[in-house]
């Protein structure tokens, strides 16, 4: 997939921004006045750092939980045969370790679903890295002056912290640029010929990513976590969703799981349990191959993408500067030496928040090709759009743009993780310049946004903007920027 | 002189003999067994040029009285002893492998010790139980290292 750098896109000296806001806006394409809601589905795992206790992804799960605690243990949908499915079967220091509780935690993901009664339950999962202190929602014994159906007495503390020599960033760091599955994912069982039933269990060599942050968050937590009986804490599933979605991260980096069908060929059978009618299962089997491609599976873990053509195409049909999508209130950041009081005053609107939906409407709407539909429903984009932005009548600055950056100022660095890009005055201050009509910015902030989601920065509910001047050296500095608007559109 | 050169050869095949008894000077004695004293230790062959990963067996294992161990896995020559990766027991109970299948295996990325180590000559395998709560000293812990090898990139 060709991608354009969003920096080229802004700047490229400028000329690329400016014949992209050519195409796109002295051209007057069009926004659909209709709100374009994204519908995911899949559904999406989302990090439990970002939720609020009464998130309802963690109210749907306390629901599940205590529904399935009341269940007798010969119910296969209860929380002990859960467990005991865990103590029975789970296969740890083998290539089989990443994909069984894969297929583990989907089954029980659908039965969540089910007792909930929330169609659209998705597993949250617990980043350690972003944050190593055991979820509040686990942590209290009571919730809502109800005993809380997550929390689990046995655990050494309930305010446990794991050790970033085992989950910080610098570690994590270290697994991903593993290239090696048998390396990642633990290796094959010694000595394995065959994809007899036998040899699930059967020992490998653990690799760093399992013996590293996955052995060290159990031990950690102790109590239940400790053993092989571990799912009967309830924060087991929201570790092991972090584990599987680490994983989707290495494959996303182009990393290849082994081609071995000694691997790609073993069937997990008889081991799992979808919820069926009113009180009943149906068995879950399926070969590894068959549990590869999370979104066949009914989930994802972050953000759709588009390929460049058709987020091209969608701007070029449906861009309309007068018929806003989804515009809500911006909220601007403060810069350290220019006066961006201007900026919130003569022609900008009120300070805004821009919110995010995640809700994508039916693609046939748009009438795409079957090819560029399909394409369509597979990814998005998240556009932010700077309007007629009118040049410094003096001196030019450099704009640098954030997301959801607490505190940006002229010296957050451009590797911060919220830096998005940034945009300039092509021209300005100088004689020369174009004094024809305001330029308008694309800015492709969709990488920026799915990264923040990564490292556990909610951004479901509010995307908020910054946009910060920065002095240019060697330019006489601006004292003001004015920009007419700022939107944000999502494909 | 013929009794002074017989003292001379006497005194070299002595000391031949010492050496000989003593090992290579960069060998250590094995000593699989780990407590929180004591780390356990193991000589290896010296890895081939494509070996970057050092395998790890352990045959057994006892937990702590109270708390948790960590074993923290180095490579040494000498006294000289990088460490190339650390790991906690998970299922945490004890374990004894009653045949090598049984084992538990562990593989660490040594790449960065072997550049500043060398693979000229053979190296010791060390691993150190340590406490994972300064407030619980892990007393009874043991662990046994079965064997250790290098390995090259699957």
């Known amino acids: ?491 | 002189m013929r009794s002074a050169a017989i003292t001379t050869m006497t005194r070299a095949a002595v000391l031949a003999t010492f050496v000989l008894a003593a090992g290579p000077i960069s060998a250590q004695p094995n000593m699989p067994v780990a407590t929180p004293e004591r780390a356990a230790s193991l000589t290896v062959a010296a890895p081939a040029p494509a070996a970057i990963f050092l395998d790890v067996w352990i045959k057994s294992y006892t937990p702590p009285e109270q708390g948790q161990v960590e074993a923290v896995v180095s490579l040494a020559v000498g006294d000289n002893a990088l460490e190339v990766g650390r790991f906690t027991f998970f299922p945490a109970g004890p374990f004894v492998a009653r045949e090598a299948r049984e084992e538990r295996g562990y593989r660490f990325d040594a790449s960065a010790a072997l550049a500043k180590l060398g693979r000229d000559k053979p190296l010791t395998i060390r691993v150190a139980l340590l406490a994972a709560d300064a407030a619980k000293p892990p007393r009874g812990a043991t662990l046994t290292l079965s064997r250790a090898a290098f390995s090259p990139r699957p």
Not at chain 1, 26 to 55: E, Y
Not at chain 1, 366 to 393: C, D, W, Y
């Open chain 1, 1 to 491: 997939m060709s991608r354009i750098d969003r920096r080229s896109l802004l700047q490229g000296g400028g000329a690329l921004a400016l014949t992209a806001a050519a195409t796109t806006v002295h051209a007057q394409p069009k926004i659909s006045n209709k709100a374009i809601k994204v519908q995911l589905s899949p559904v999406l795992r989302r990090s439990v750092n970002t939720m609020a206790l009464n998130d309802p992804m963690l109210e749907a799960y306390r629901k599940a939980v205590a529904k399935m605690r009341t269940l007798p243990a010969t119910d296969k949908r209860s929380w002990e045969f859960q467990a005991q499915i865990h103590n029975n079967h789970c296969p740890h220091g083998n290539w089989f370790f990443l994909p069984w509780h894969r297929a583990y935690l989907l089954a029980f993901e659908h039965i969540c679903r089910e007792f909930s009664g929330k169609p659209d339950f998705a597993l949250p999962y617990w980043d350690w890295t972003g944050n190593p202190q055991l979820p509040a929602a686990f942590a209290t014994q009571d919730y809502n002056g109800q005993p809380n159906p997550l929390f689990d007495a046995n655990r050494s503390s309930q305010s446990v912290t794991i050790s970033p020599t085992y989950v910080g960033a610098m570690k994590m760091s270290q697994i991903y640029a593993e290239t090696s599955f048998e390396v990642f994912g633990s290796t094959r069982p010694s000595g394995q010929n065959s994809t007899a039933a036998s040899w699930q269990r059967a020992n490998g060599l653990k690799g760093p990513f399992e013996s590293g942050p996955h052995d060290h968050v159990h031990t950690t937590i102790n109590g239940d976590m400790m053993q092989l009986i571990s799912p009967r804490d309830p924060i087991f599933w929201l570790h092991h969703c972090n584990i599987d979605r680490i994983w989707d991260h290495w494959n996303s980096l182009g990393r290849a799981n082994t081609s071995d069908n000694l691997w790609r060929t073993f069937a997990f059978n008889g081991q799992f349990f979808n919820p069926s009618g009113a009180n009943g299962t149906t068995a879950y089997n399926t070969t590894i191959a068959g549990v590869l491609d999370i979104l066949s599976l009914g989930y994802r873990y972050t953000l759709p993408r588009f390929n460049v053509a058709v987020t091209v195409a969608l701007l070029n049909k449906f861009i309309n500067p007068g018929d806003p999508v989804e515009r809500i209130p911006l909220t601007w950041g403060a810069a350290a030496k220019i006066n961006v009081a201007t900026v919130a005053q003569g022609k900008l609107a009120p300070p805004q928040k821009i919110k995010f939906t995640n809700a994508i409407e039916s693609f046939q709407r748009l009438n795409l090709t079957a090819t560029v539909a399909k394409q369509a429903q597979a990814s998005s984009r998240i556009m932010l759009f700077i309007r007629n932005a009118e040049k410094p009548a003096e001196g030019n600055v450099d704009v640098r743009v954030f997301v959801n950056h607490p505190n940006p100022t002229a010296d957050t660095s451009v590797r911060d993780r919220h830096y998005a890009g940034s945009f300039t005055f092509f021209g300005a201050g100088h004689d020369h310049a174009d004094h024809g009509a305001n330029p308008s910015y694309m800015l492709d902030i969709t990488d920026t946004v799915s990264n923040l989601q990564i490292a556990g920065i909610d951004l479901t509910k509010d995307i908020n903007v910054q946009l910060v001047p920065v002095p240019i050296p060697g330019e006489k500095t601006a004292s003001e920027v004015k920009v007419g608007s700022i939107e944000v559109a999502i494909f």
